[in-house]
């Protein structure tokens, strides 16, 4: 599957992406390996990617395999859209 990353990690699953990190900082010590903080809450927020129907992308009912049309634009922070830093 040629994919982005984004769309590999929703395809692995989230909370799994989080998990094998949190294991990688604690067992090799490293904190470049500690999962970013909008992973952990996404994963806790239920959005854990294709399995869920959400993650990075949102996925149509019954169709998993590719991402709803308008879904690349999830993100905000406050007011302002995480992906062009506008308002």
Not at 37 to 41: E, G, N, S, V
């Given at each position: 599957h040629p994919m982005g990353p984004l769309a590999l990690a929703d395809l692995i699953g989230l909370d799994t992406c989080r998990a094998i990190l949190e294991v990688m900082a604690r067992e090799s010590g490293e904190e470049r390996f500690r999962p970013a903080?909008?992973?952990?809450?996404m994963?806790?927020?239920?959005r854990l990617g294709r399995k869920a129907g959400r993650g990075f992308f949102e996925?149509?009912?019954g169709d998993r395999d590719a991402p709803s049309k308008g879904?690349?634009?999830l993100f905000r922070k406050g007011n302002q859209d995480v992906n062009t830093g506008k308002q």
């Open positions: 903080p909008l992973l952990c809450r994963a806790v927020a239920g996925y149509e009912t879904s690349g634009r």
